[in-house]
């Protein structure tokens, strides 16, 4: 099982700041990527696939790097609709897919 | 518009059985994998299984094979979850989701609110 490792665990943060989230794998996954983000009592929105293409409708401010064993999600200029917890997950190897334990966001 | 709707919260006693479902629509349901993920109270998300509607092929993830059953019914264009007997521990948010290949779960059910308790 590829075990997928975010830091930090919270990421406190100011309006308009920049947020960097990091997401490590256990072995190479090349670009086989997603980050979501979750917010109270919704389902997970996913916001970028492939480590760095941002799905339909997602802001500009969101972007994604990394490839291998080392993943970040870079937020941009954080509105207040941004602060949710953000789980990056493997789909490298399907058996089993697995999340990172996720970073929670917060003012 | 491609829709994932399940069914609706459930409470059950430990020992029983229970089976939620998640309806999809606005695409070709037996071209995606569809995944069950459990969030518990408080906790992240964690991958269940998988199923391919088309010939139901399904994988399961360690920590829940033996546990639950994936279904899936191309003719409605739904997919189950079900358990055989309920443990408290099952108290959870489960969620279904479209897989699509090389990109994530790009849609996600609105979760059904699983509470097990005697």
């Known amino acids: 099982e590829i075990v997928m490792t975010q830091s930090p665990a919270t990421l406190s943060v100011s309006p308009g700041e920049r947020a960097t989230l990091s997401c490590r794998a256990s072995?190479?996954?090349?670009?086989?990527l997603a980050w979501y983000q979750q917010k109270p009592g919704q389902a997970p929105r996913l916001l970028i696939y492939?480590?760095?293409t941002r799905a339909t409708s997602i802001p500009a401010r969101f972007s994604g790097s990394g490839s291998g064993t080392e993943f970040t999600l870079t937020i941009n200029g954080l509105q207040s609709e941004d602060f949710a917890v953000y789980y990056c997950?493997?789909?490298?190897?399907?058996?089993?897919?697995?999340f990172g334990g996720g970073t929670r966001v917060e003012i | 518009e491609v829709q994932l709707v399940q069914s609706g919260a459930e409470v059950k006693k430990p020992g029983e059985s229970l089976k939620i479902s998640c309806k999809s629509s606005g695409y070709s349901f037996t071209n995606y994998w569809i995944a069950w993920v459990r969030q518990m109270p408080g906790e992240g998300l964690e991958y269940m299984g998988i199923i391919y509607p088309d010939d139901s092929d399904t994988r399961y993830s360690p920590s829940f094979q033996g546990r639950v059953t994936i279904s899936a019914d191309k003719s409605i264009t739904t997919a189950y979850l079900q358990w055989n007997s309920l443990k408290a521990s099952d108290s959870a948010i489960y969620f279904c989701?479209?897989?699509?290949?090389?990109?994530?779960?790009?849609?996600w059910g609105q979760g059904t609110l699983v509470t097990v308790s005697s």
């Open positions: 997950q493997q789909y490298s190897n399907w058996l089993p897919l697995t």
């Open positions: 989701a479209r897989l699509r290949a090389l990109a994530g779960a790009d849609y």
């Open positions: 492939a480590a760095s």
């Open positions: 072995q190479a996954i090349s670009s086989n």
